[in-house]
Structure formats: structure tokens, C-alpha cells
């Protein structure tokens, strides 16, 4: 297992040749990236995304380890970057592995679901007009609920 | 203990931590002692359904424990991924 958080951008590709090239026997890779969206008006300047060193990579490695314990997985990679970033920049990435691809897929789903409003981060939008943060929505919270 | 503010929380407060000296018991004392202290943590604290907190980096309840914790976090609920 790999928990990564940082300020710098991550190479997606780079990272998800070296994740898929580093076991033989896990026949299903998948990986879900994040993107900081624009805003309907496009008018997003930044995104600033603050986070509490130490919890989060606690609540990160938290969340990883009750995946593996769930399905069936090889390794699990969890990057997700905080600080100023703009429209179009990659916030974050999970890869999983496993022998198949059920596992990859449902492991993939639920890091990202606990990851939403377990792991503690919080995104400022910023534009010309002012910023404001970003409230969490019910359904992130409901979404746990299926697990 | 260190009491530490995130995201709105801490713009409200108007500051990152800080060394709590408390004889609160339990995190809901905690919060009735800092809104009684100043117009901005009445205003950050107001209301308790707005807001998370973590107990030596754990989330916790309201009505958890103080013993033996030494970092209580205050935020709202997350947005990550």
C-alpha cells in the first residue's frame, strides 16, 4: 500500500505504468483520477484545498486497509495533492489491483466514496467575485451507507 | 491540550491552534467553554450539526471523552477527492 499527500502535481501516467507493471498475478488494474472542475460561469481562479497533516494520511491508510480487507486486492495507491490548484489540474488518483476485476472495481468505489467525506480535507473555490467553500453533499454521506 | 481549526472553523476563530488549558470532560463541555469565551467562537461553533471533530486525529462524537487526549480537531464536514 502506497498513501501519497502532496503539494506537487503527480505524473498519472508514470505512476499507473509503475503500479501495473509491479505484480504478475493481478489480472484487473483499475484507476480513478481527480480533476479540479470549472464552475458553470467558468470563472474558477483557484482551488485551494487544505488538509490536516498527520490525520490525513491516518484516515487515508485507514480507509486503504479496509479495502484490502474487504476484497480480494494486490496493492492499493491513493495520491491526492492539496494547496492552490486551477481548472483542469489532476487533484487525485486511486489505482487498485487484483487477480479480477470485480475486486478492482469495488475497492476502487469505496476508497473513493470514504475518501470524499472520511479523509479531512477541505476545497476552497476561488474567482474573480470572491471564494467560498465547497459544502459537502448529502449524497457524498449517503454514498457510505451502500458499503 | 492543542485545539486546532480547519477550513472555515479556522477563519472564523481567526487562528490555526492554540494551547487550551480545560477542565471540560467531555468535547460538548469544550465547546460550551470556548463559545462563552468571544463573539467569534460563538460564531464558529453556533451550530454543532455544521461541524466535525477529531480526537487525537480520530473523528469522534460530540459527547466523547476529553481524558487522556491531547489534539482536538474542529471542522466541517470534509470534501475530498
Known amino acids: 500500500m502506497r498513501v501519497v499527500v502532496q503539494q506537487e502535481p503527480f505524473d498519472l501516467g508514470a505512476e499507473a505504468n509503475a503500479f501495473a507493471a509491479a505484480d504478475t498475478g493481478m489480472g484487473a488494474i483499475v484507476t480513478f483520477t481527480g480533476v479540479v472542475r470549472d464552475l458553470a460561469r467558468g470563472d474558477l481562479d483557484v482551488m485551494e484545498i487544505e488538509h490536516y497533516p498527520g490525520?490525513?494520511?491516518?484516515?487515508?491508510?485507514?480507509?486503504?486497509?479496509?479495502?484490502?480487507?474487504?476484497?480480494?486486492?494486490g496493492d492499493v495507491l491513493?495520491?491526492?495533492?492539496?494547496?492552490?490548484?486551477?481548472p483542469g489540474d489532476r487533484i487525485m488518483m486511486v489505482a487498485t489491483a487484483a487477480?479480477?476485476?470485480?475486486?478492482?472495481?469495488?475497492?476502487a468505489e469505496y476508497l473513493m466514496d470514504y475518501l470524499k467525506s472520511r479523509a479531512p480535507f477541505w476545497k476552497k473555490e476561488i474567482t474573480g467575485a470572491g471564494a467560498g467553500w465547497v459544502a459537502a453533499k448529502d449524497e457524498d454521506e449517503d454514498a457510505l451507507t451502500r458499503w | 491540550?492543542?485545539?486546532?481549526?480547519?477550513?472555515?472553523?479556522?477563519?472564523?476563530?481567526?487562528?490555526?491552534?492554540?494551547?487550551?488549558e480545560t477542565g471540560a470532560e467531555t468535547v460538548a463541555q469544550l465547546v460550551e467553554e470556548l463559545r462563552a469565551r468571544e463573539p467569534r467562537y460563538e460564531a464558529a461553533f453556533a451550530d454543532l450539526s455544521a461541524l466535525r471533530v477529531a480526537l487525537d486525529q480520530d473523528l469522534a462524537d460530540f459527547d466523547a471523552s476529553l481524558a487522556g487526549v491531547r489534539e482536538v480537531a474542529f471542522f466541517p464536514p470534509m470534501t475530498g477527492g
Do not use: C, N
Not at chain 1, 487477480?99 to 475497492?107: G, L
Not at chain 2, 491540550?1 to 487550551?20: H, K, N, Q, S
Open chain 1, 78 to 86: 491513493v495520491i491526492h495533492r492539496y494547496g492552490r490548484l486551477a
Open chain 2, 1 to 20: 491540550m492543542d485545539v486546532l481549526y480547519f477550513a472555515w472553523v479556522r477563519e472564523r476563530i481567526g487562528i490555526p491552534r492554540e494551547r487550551v
Open chain 1, 99 to 107: 487477480p479480477h476485476r470485480k475486486d478492482a472495481f469495488e475497492a
Open chain 1, 55 to 73: 490525520m490525513t494520511e491516518k484516515a487515508l491508510t485507514k480507509i486503504a486497509t479496509e479495502a484490502q480487507e474487504r476484497w480480494s486486492l
